[in-house]
């Protein structure tokens, strides 16, 4: 029996794939709250907008309102790289972490990555799979300790 299922799996191995890129969108949500921001452009004229109707003519005080409370989407990514964070650093200075950074580089999948993997970490196939469950698995147990795991 899996200890995860199979949609489980798959959702961590896209997160860990989709870390840089995830730190890029959190970055530069948090970048544009920090610039400038001119009367007409669109991120300004969102920040003022309020649920009831009305507007904030505040824009430092709508910015630390958003800033307060990001999407939640951009709140997912930032707690899944903390997640990811705690991963790394559980691995940090052995050969699995050599094996996260070298299979989940965020470029997309392409033909022949496991053996090109296993050749730059002289390793088997087999080594990389079983290594790679328990990454999988260390960052399951740890994003349900963090309770970002819903049930698939």
């Known amino acids: 029996m899996a200890l995860l299922s199979r949609e489980a799996y798959k959702k961590i191995e896209g997160v860990l794939h989709n870390r840089f890129r995830m730190r890029e969108e959190t970055a530069r949500w948090f970048a544009e709250l920090e610039d400038v921001l001119p009367e007409d452009s669109a991120l300004s004229r969102r920040l003022r907008e309020t649920p009831g109707g009305g507007s904030l003519a505040d824009t430092t005080a709508a910015i630390a309102i958003k800033r307060a409370q990001p999407p939640k989407d951009i709140q997912d990514a930032l707690k899944w790289l903390k997640i ?22 965020g470029t997309p999948k392409v033909k022949g990555r496991n053996q090109k993997v296993c050749e730059l970490l002289c ?30």
């Not at 991963?87 to 950074?101: A, G």
């Open 84 to 105: 990811i964070g705690e991963v790394q650093e559980h691995f940090k200075d052995t050969p699995k972490e050599k094996l996260l950074t070298a299979y989940y580089d």
């Open 123 to 152: 390793i088997e196939t087999a080594t990389l799979y079983v290594w790679r469950d328990e990454i999988v698995h260390y960052t399951a147990l740890t994003a349900a300790f963090d309770k970002m795991m819903v049930t698939f």
